[in-house]
């Protein structure tokens, strides 16, 4: 694909197809190229999707960075990586950009099996000043001093366990290392918690504002003091303690030389100021302020969560394109924020809590509706478990809602602080199974293992909107411990789902459909799969059997007892690992009641998915409709080939 009249890219644009390229243009040309790329992003992205607000925000910062840094010899680090798209567009990927999460596409994230430009792959927040870290620690113990490690961490980011950890150790590495702190006020939804106010306390000090200028004026004089480079950085630092906010600076406190905060979107002043930086030795943060959305008005002016991946959209008048006007049935998502609002009605002990995932969750409008017992915790997995037990000591009910694949940054708090003690904590797990074009990284595949195997906990998924209701009334109920309910990104199969809700006995399946030759168990959303794949089952003259177990832990053994007493032939499906998941529960349980039958197990199998649409991606897994017509097919011709054999 080359520069074609659909996506056009502008004359200097154009040119570049590597950093070297871009370091071939004189800094006044840096403006001209900052909108050009800006503008290629508008255009596909607009008609393409993927994630918008966030990578427009650091145009000029990405353009500075290659600029300045021997890219990829020196090592960049994105954190989080949907802000990089303009750093694939600039190390070789400009023309294969349209393809941009799409299936056997470009990944929406840095990728390092994509290019040598992507030193780390980042999908998940706040892993970046580790892992720059880490490479800064092993190039010096290789001899490799003059090897530059940056990392670009969002504000949001920021506020994750990891990234304290990691300033901590760095501040006692005597590497180098040099931390971009992308301050957007934002990660999806707006950024929550202290830091942030300490950081909009810094970007507004008049204190700092009167010194502003004494402080730039003498980092633009360092590159010419050569060899004394040194000496006048501890006069910069002597400016700062001295001048901002007092004496008191957090990232000075961590050993850190902080500089800012500057401009971000002027692409000029920060080639000259990364000139500078890289002749400080040692831990370094730049505080950069930034706009998500920057240069295209509607984002700028507009809703910043929705502008973070908003979809196809009109990018000259912003509208967002929706297709025609339908009844359809709603997202899980939204059953969830709805359903959750309706239950703490009536339970005042009920609490929503989630880590940055407020609209994400639909857990805006339990916000707007009952601040005071909503909890958005910024992005901070573990803390959102362990508040939540903490609540639940004290006979409070959470809810924390938590995308399936964030739950593994949590896990030991699951263990420890919560099924330990038996504590009755809801964790309500979005986003479980494929999640289509945020690919390998946001996949809920491992959710259904991860917690079958922990002690006291209850393991539970709907297979539609009523099953979800019918959970959550089920979950909030007294002395039910820990409890899990999975459901998929994405809409559900009930129109009119505002049931009356109903006491779920745990642990118990219900029968869909009955059969005679072959039974189909399934657990959670797949189930309505088995529910198309019966109309060519139907066609077939084929009589299948079809059971939605709801509970992969426990299990309803009764129900288990009168299948196996009666089928011979049996496949299990699920939106998850088949390694250690609702099939392997299934097979444990033949095994341990010394049951002979033929399982064919229908779910993940044991490899990374990439990114592509679910269905796409529930084809290649071989769990879709097509694929559970074709398993029945094939065990019912190899059981008649062995008869007439």
Known sequence: MRNTPEYPQGPLLS?????????????????????ELRQYIIDIVSEKGGHFGASLGVVELTIALHYVFNTPVDQLVWDVGHQAYGHKILTGRKEKFPTNRIYKGLSGFPKRSESVYDTFGVGHSSTSISAALGMAVASKGNGEDKKQHIAVIGDGSMTAGIAFEALNHAGVENSNLLIILNDNCMSIDSAVGALKE???????SKTY?????????????ISKFGPNAQAVAKKVEGVIKSTLLGESNYFESLNFRYFGPIDGHDAKHLVNVLNDLKDIPGPKILHCLTVKGKGYSPAEQGDSTKWHAPG?????????????????PPKYQDVFGETIIELAKKNEQI??????????????????????????????EQHAVTFSAGMATQGKIPFCNIYSSFMQRAYDQVIHDV????????????????????????????????FRCIPNMIVSAPMNEEGLRNLMYTAQLPNQGPFSIRYPRGNGVMLDWKTPFKKIEIGTGEMIKEGEEIAILSFGHPGNFVVTA?????????????????????????????????????????DGCLQGGFGSSILEFMANNN????????????????HGTQNELYNDCQFDVKAIVNSVHNILEKSLISQVG
């Open 15 to 35: 040119k570049i197809n590597n950093p070297d390229d871009l370091r071939k243009l004189n800094k006044n040309q840096l403006e001209q190229i900052s909108s």
């Open 198 to 204: 300490y950081l909009t306390d810094i970007s507004t």
């Open 209 to 221: 504002n009167k010194a502003k200028n004494k402080l730039w004026k003498i980092l633009g004089k």
């Open 312 to 328: 196809l959209f009109n990018k000259n008048t912003g509208d967002f394109i929706v297709g025609k006007k339908k009844k359809i």
């Open 351 to 380: 609490v929503g809590v989630t880590p940055a995932m407020l609209s994400g969750s639909s857990l805006t409008k339990m916000m707007e509706e009952m601040p005071e017992r909503t909890f958005d915790v910024g992005i901070a």
């Open 419 to 450: 099924a330990l003690q038996n504590l009755n904590v809801i964790f309500c797990l979005d986003r479980g199974g494929l999640v289509g074009a945020d690919g390998a990284t946001h996949h809920g595949a491992y959710d259904i293992a991860f």
């Open 534 to 574: 019966q109309e060519q089952f139907n066609k077939d003259g084929l009589n299948i059997a079809h059971y939605d177990l709801r509970f992969a832990k426990p299990l309803d053994e009764k129900l288990l007892h009168s299948i196996f007493q009666k089928f011979t032939k049996i496949i299990t499906i699920e």
């Open 595 to 610: 049951y002979q039958a033929q399982v064919k197990m229908l779910g993940i199998p044991d490899t990374f998915i990439h």
